[in-house]
Each structure stands twice: as C-alpha cells, then as structure tokens.
C-alpha cells in the first residue's frame, strides 16, 4: 500500500513546464510571428491551461492588442466624420468632431498607458533562454511594431480633426458674413474671405495624409 502511495505522489509532481514552454513557443511562432497583419488571438481555456503560466506571458501581449484594436476602431470612425466635401456638412458634424476630438485624445492616452504597462509587465518576467528570443519577436511584432504603426496615424487623424474644427469655429464667428448653402458658400467680407480660404487650404492639405492613414488602417483592422 505503501508503494501504491508513493507512486501516486510521485504521479501527481510530474513537471509540465518543458512541454508547457514548447507549445506556448509554438503558438507564438505560428499564432503571432508567421500570421500575416496583426494577430494576437484569444486563448480558450484549453490553450491557458497547455501554456500554464506562460498563459499569463501571453496575456502582455493580448492586453495590449485589446487596447490598440479600440484605438483602430476610433481612428476609423474618427476618419469617416473627417470626409467633409462642403462647409455645410462641416457645420452639421462640428458636435460629431468635437466628440471625436475628446475620444481621440482618449485613444492616445490609453494607447500609452498600454504600452508602458505592456513595457513594466515584461520587464519582471523570468523566462528560459530558449523562449527568451521568440518571445522577444512576438513583443515586437505584437505591442512595439504596433504602437509605431498607430502613432503617427493618432497624429495625422488629430492634425486634420484640429484643422477641421478650426475651420468650423471660424465660419460659426463670422456666420454673418458667411452665407452657406448645401454645396458652396458667399462671403460677403473680404478680409473673412481671405481667412477662410487660408483655413480651408490647411484643411485640404492633410488630405494626401489622411487617403493613407485611411489604406493603414485597412491593413491593421481584423479580417
């Protein structure tokens, strides 16, 4: 009886952690690393439980691909309020671009708290030397390369959103000098002529930067 015991002790220490650290390798390689766009998928409960604590190595790069995935979705929709064709559909979004002003600025601040906490996370893990460099691949793909591809797309969005409501702004001041229609406009002053057609020249100028913004995050959004 004694000997049945301690075969069952022995039973239940078996280590897990070697094949446990092969499959968590394997998915990344083949989940993360050699899919194409950006691919950080959920774990079920099943794969948790074949990575073991590795799960929670994973769950750096799935928190962070959470918080930039709600940053490409309000870039998108930032960018469908931005394709402005007249001053009369300006006016009519300038609450919708103000909204989008505030939720963008949002966006940014949590993109950056992400990547630190992302950042602070990896710096107190322990790993063996063999996950060590896929695992460095993956980060870099997942939350580095990431952050860099959003960044100047919060930039070129932000840039255009300022210069749409400050065109907004301005005919709202002058709205008696500003006589505006569905499709074009009067001005009566030429002084305030003068002033608009400068902001709407700043406006236009981000058009170029927003086409690709808009063909990025095309590419970025999930299939």
Known sequence: MWLLVASLVLAGCVNKEPEQRVAFMAWLQAKVLDT??????????AQRDAFGDYAEHYDILADFDTVAASVVDRLARTLEHEELHSLAQLQARHDDLLADRQALSEARTSLDKALRQA?????????????????????????????????????????????????????????????????????????????????LEALNGHASAIDQA??????????
């Open 214 to 223: 808009q063909r990025s995050l095309r590419a970025l959004a999930p299939a």
């Open 36 to 45: 194409p766009g950006a691919a950080v998928p959920p774990l079920d409960e």
């Open 119 to 199: 950042q602070a996370e990896r710096a107190e893990l322990e790993q063996p030397a063999d996950l060590q460099p896929v695992y460095a691949q993956a980060y870099e793909r997942a939350v580095n390369h990431s952050a860099a591809q959003l960044d100047p797309l919060l930039a070129v969005t932000a840039a255009a959103l300022d210069d749409a409501l400050r065109v907004a702004d301005f005919v709202a001041r002058h709205r008696e000098q500003i006589v505006i229609d569905a499709e074009s406009a009067s001005v009566r002053d030429p002084s305030v002529q003068q002033e608009l057609n400068r902001l």
